[in-house]
């Protein structure tokens, strides 16, 4: 696995931990929310995290503008992408 993908996969898990605190989940569905999102991360057709979140959290009636999912996306990335690194 090239590190590229590596650094989606955990950045999304990270994501996935930020969304599944907004919505609400705590504990097990928390994690397993987050799972989800880098699990996703392999398959070309679920990849789309993005507009995944912004309907879950449409759907439960969270108040976040797409450039601050945007924004959290991309501070992800780079905290991925330094975690990467020191490994």
């Known amino acids: ?12 898990q990270m994501l996935g931990m930020w969304a599944a605190g907004k919505l609400g989940l705590t504990g097990a569905e928390s994690d397993a929310y987050a799972q989800a999102l880098a699990v996703s991360t392999l398959d070309p ?4 995290v993005f507009s995944k979140i912004c309907k ?5 009636g969270v108040n976040q503008s797409d450039e601050q999912i945007l924004g959290v996306m991309n501070e992800l990335l780079l905290q991925a992408a330094s975690q990467m690194q020191t490994r």
């Not at 057709?45 to 789309?48: F, G, K, S």
């Open 1 to 12: 696995m090239d590190e590229e993908l590596k650094t989606a996969i955990r950045r999304n």
């Open 45 to 48: 057709q679920c990849n789309d």
């Open 56 to 60: 879950d959290f449409e759907a439960a």
